[in-house]
């Protein structure tokens, strides 16, 4: 992984999301937060990514493809199960108007969910902790 400015980050993201301009708008907040940050689109892409490459957390998009984030969550749980490996944070971001979907997110495995419009300093904080709570459980 390569970042794209200034020291190389210590957190690395994967973020899921399939329209450039919530992309771009995601990257100027993670990186300004100091995190490294590498996208793809929701679903099989997200999989295959998550098996081949470590990341500290995984950031599903799911605005728009809410079934395709669900079932990346779900193949990526099962993979770290098979491996017997230590699960990734994962953390969904749903619109306001997605009612019900919280809970399912959480039953597949996501460790958190965040509902839109969310502050920077909070979305930033919550990332952290998140982070921080895994390397914690892998001492």
């Given at each position: 992984m390569t970042p794209t400015r200034g020291r190389p980050p210590v957190v690395w993201i994967l973020l899921a999301c399939?329209?450039?301009e919530r992309q771009t708008a995601f990257q100027a907040i993670l990186e300004g937060a100091g995190f490294g940050?590498?996208?793809?689109d929701n679903g099989e892409p997200t999989v295959q990514r998550a098996k081949e490459q470590h990341y500290d957390l995984i950031l599903l998009?799911?605005?728009?493809?809410?079934?395709e984030g669900l079932r990346a969550a779900a193949a990526i749980r099962e993979i770290?199960?098979?491996?017997?490996?230590?699960e990734t944070p994962i953390m969904a971001i749903l619109g306001r108007s997605v009612s019900g979907s919280e809970q399912y997110c959480l039953a597949l495995g996501m460790n958190l969910v965040l509902h839109t419009?969310?502050?920077?300093?909070r979305f930033v904080r919550q990332i952290k902790e998140?982070?921080?709570?895994?390397?914690h459980s892998a001492a």
């Open positions: 399939d329209r450039v940050v590498e996208f793809t998009d799911l605005q728009s493809q809410i079934t770290e199960g098979k491996r017997g490996q230590l419009p969310v502050p920077t300093v998140l982070v921080s709570m895994r390397e």
